[in-house]
């Protein structure tokens, strides 16, 4: 049973349309709880879960953000608990009569002068960590670099102190694969423009074994290899040169220790802030996450965006069903068709695969008060913010564009975050409101919580408490620009995320539709 609440009982009413709110108060409310509007529980609701804030009958439209999320399947009265079990899913929009822009945006005035301390790359391109990043062709050699690279730490990294890491960029791709197949481009250009991401210093080191179908000419693009004839990065384990494990290894650190010394020759010079490439995700969200760290992060990433910076979201199937309020902020018709084209593709991939958008929802989001995911998405897109969407990229593009960016990715938070890596991201921003410990060792990885009850329980993983939103402690715009400047000192060295600095770095996961032979 639910205990009195030690503070004064609160909801959140995201629009004054809904007809449900969500419960902030920790823990749960019970049943006779009466707050200050005069609303009264007829039972025990969950925190963050929707109290009905008017009778609905049965058939009738549940609305939260102003949109309809379900239609009620049973009558819900006035203080009831608003839950998956009371609702049937709207339709899915169709994606033929979406809202195009028919009119220019109005943006707020440019943000000019704002600066990090970023490493220039050849390319142009700036990276926020000095990374030696060592590329496989193939899952086969995946062993040997993991041994190399922790020999390369311990015995040859110590001798180049401005370099941040070594890391190997190890997947489970490369052979046994249709390579030519329709799809099979996706984890092919994904492998290969992560080799390329800025942090790694948008040059690459790749072990090959040497049999497999992913030969290192078709993982590097044409326009490295003249760079590669004069200095030839790759280690090719089954050529006759290499008479044993040991001289694999050897040959592995070597090549390394000649990247390094180039690496740690590099040094942090101050960049226009417009050199960020922010990607932005949502992990173990709860339904406090749509009222308080997406809303923020969506206000963190307009003042990115003014700033002359790329920001990216992703998560197709959490877009989904909010489409219509995206197609609609589109810079011009083509951004539009561009975004309808990639959300018509992956709903074909999951009808192939037999499944749809209802997969979405984990439970981890239905006990944190997520119904379906109509809710989910609509929740999801607040961290897209308000700018004109720039541009659409597909799933392991490299991204060439400013301003707001639909990065496509499937919603996995592992896949999301190798596909922003690959599309050129150098800074990472996560929220949460059921908790995770996710990181990225080729880029940081700044969290955001929902809630202050996660924060404060998990203090050594959360590096941003939003949920004092909730509580009316600070706004959503008071949150995002205190995101917003602890990005700039994330990017410039001065600050370390909770992430680097307990090194917890997920591996990499790539998206591969095409068939495995």
């Known amino acids: 049973m639910c205990a009195e609440p030690m503070n004064a009982p609160r909801y959140l009413q995201v629009n004054p349309r809904d007809n449900v709110a969500i419960v902030v108060n920790e823990g749960c409310l019970p049943a006779g709880t009466q707050f200050d509007s005069g609303l009264k529980l007829i039972e025990d609701i969950p925190e963050a879960h929707k109290v009905a804030l008017a009778d609905i009958e049965t058939g009738a439209p549940i609305l939260r953000y102003g949109s309809v999320i379900g239609q009620a399947t049973e009558p819900i009265a006035r203080g009831s608990w608003v839950h998956e079990g009371r609702m049937c899913l709207p339709a899915v929009p169709p994606l ?15 943000i000019v002068g704002r600066t990090f301390e970023g490493f220039l790359n050849d390319d142009g391109s700036i990276g926020t960590k000095n990374i030696l990043g060592i590329a496989t ?33 190890t997947h489970n791709y490369g052979c046994g694969v249709a390579i030519d197949a329709p799809g099979a481009e996706i984890p092919i250009r994904t492998l290969r423009n992560l080799s390329l991401n800025p942090n790694l210093g948008g040059s690459p080191m790749v072990v090959s074994l040497g049999c497999e179908k992913l030969q290192p000419q078709r ?46 020759q590099r040094r942090r010079t101050v960049q226009a802030a417009s050199a960020l490439v922010v990607g932005v995700q949502c992990g173990g969200s709860d339904a406090m996450s749509g009222v308080t760290a997406n809303p923020a992060v969506g206000c963190a990433a307009d003042l990115l965006v003014r700033a002359g910076a790329t920001v990216l979201f992703s998560e197709v199937t959490e877009v989904r069903d909010a489409l219509h309020l995206i197609t609609s902020r589109a810079r011009d018709e083509a951004v539009a068709r561009d975004l309808v084209r990639e959300e018509a593709w992956y709903d074909g991939y999951l009808e192939r695969g037999g499944a749809d958008r209802t997969a979405n929802p984990t439970p981890g989001n239905k006990s944190g008060g997520i119904a379906n995911v109509v809710e989910k998405a609509l929740g999801s ?40 890596l690959a599309a050129g991201m150098n800074v990472h921003v996560f929220t949460t409101g059921r908790g995770t410990p996710y990181g990225l060792a080729m880029a940081p990885v700044i969290k955001v919580a929902s809630r202050t009850a996660l924060a404060e329980r998990w203090s050594d993983l959360i590096d941003i408490d939003a949920g004092t939103i909730a509580t009316g402690g600070a706004s959503p715009e008071e949150v995002g620009s205190q995101i917003f400047e602890f990005i700039l000192e994330v990017a410039s060295g001065r600050k370390q995320v909770c992430a680097d600095r307990l090194h917890l770095h997920n591996d990499l996961a790539l998206f591969n539709p095409a068939p495995i032979t």
């Open 381 to 420: 897109i607040a961290k897209a913010g308000s700018s004109p969407l720039s541009g659409v990229f597909g799933p392991g593009e490299r991204v060439t564009k400013k301003g707001l960016i639909f990065a496509a990715t499937p919603a996995s938070d592992f896949i999301c975050g190798t596909l922003q």
């Open 96 to 110: 033929d009569s979406l809202p195009h822009l028919n009119a220019t945006i109005s943006a707020p005035p440019p």
């Open 219 to 264: 993982l590097l693009p044409a326009d490295t290899l003249p760079i590669l004839a004069a200095a030839p990065y790759v280690v090719r384990l089954q050529d006759e040169e290499y008479r044993s494990f040991g001289d694999m290894v050897a040959a592995i650190m070597e090549l390394a220790e000649k990247r390094l010394s180039r690496l740690d």
């Open 137 to 169: 062709t193939v899952q086969c050699v995946a062993a040997i670099v993991d041994f190399a690279v922790k020999r390369i730490k311990s015995e040859i990294l110590p001798r180049y102190p401005h370099v941040d890491d070594v890391i190997s960029l």
